[in-house]
């Protein structure tokens, strides 16, 4: 049963312009929602991660927007470059502790390209 | 600082063989998770080794197993190989179970 959903499957943005992706969780346990970011030929790099007690976070051009009453989060990245140009995961994670550990349920990912 | 390193990167086996993938986790890290990645998708969860011990395992059958040792090291040991297990192997190391994961670049499996 896949417990993150996210949106869009592929997303084409120009260069300078806004890149939104979205994802609803199942899980009310989660409490730790992480983006990737993965190149082709490398594992998924941590972009920026929040956790469900504020509502936005901003880290240069990324800011993560969450809804808890809706159980949604996404990821707006400004002023889109070329260089974004890669596969974005959003995840979710719940609260394990040392001795039953946790785990991260990925979206199924979304290719973006920023076109110059 | 060196990161998540895993070996080998590339590798073909047969159908009913056996695997071992290595990883190596980050300076300072002591937590080590499995994931496996196919062509297209998102990371799966396999399980997560804590302190020598499976902390927590994913929905995948027991001819997946692991190991970590003393030095926070780790291994995934695939037996009985099929075709669907062709996939991105990922380790991924964190300062507890519950810290921030850095993933490595993987192992790219092929079993043919």
Known sequence: ?116 | DAGVTQSPTHLIKTRGQQVTLRCSPKSGHDTVSWYQQALGQGPQFIFQYYEEEERQRGNFPDRFSGHQFPNYSSELNVNALLLGDSALYLCASSFGVRGGYTFGSGTRLTVV
């Open chain 1, 1 to 116: 049963q896949q417990q993150v959903k996210q949106s869009p499957q592929s997303l084409i943005v120009q260069k300078g312009g806004i890149s939104i992706i979205n994802c609803a969780y199942e899980n009310t346990a989660f409490d730790y929602f992480p983006w990737y970011q993965q190149f082709p030929g490398k594992g998924p790099a941590l972009l920026i991660a929040i956790r469900p007690d504020v509502s936005e976070k901003k880290e240069g051009r990324f800011t993560i927007s969450f809804n808890k009453s809706a159980k949604q989060f996404s990821l707006h990245i400004m002023d889109s470059q070329p260089g974004d140009s890669a596969t974005y995961f959003c995840a979710a994670s719940d609260h394990g502790g040392e001795t039953s550990g946790s785990r991260l349920t990925f979206g199924e990912g979304t290719q973006l390209t920023v076109n110059p």
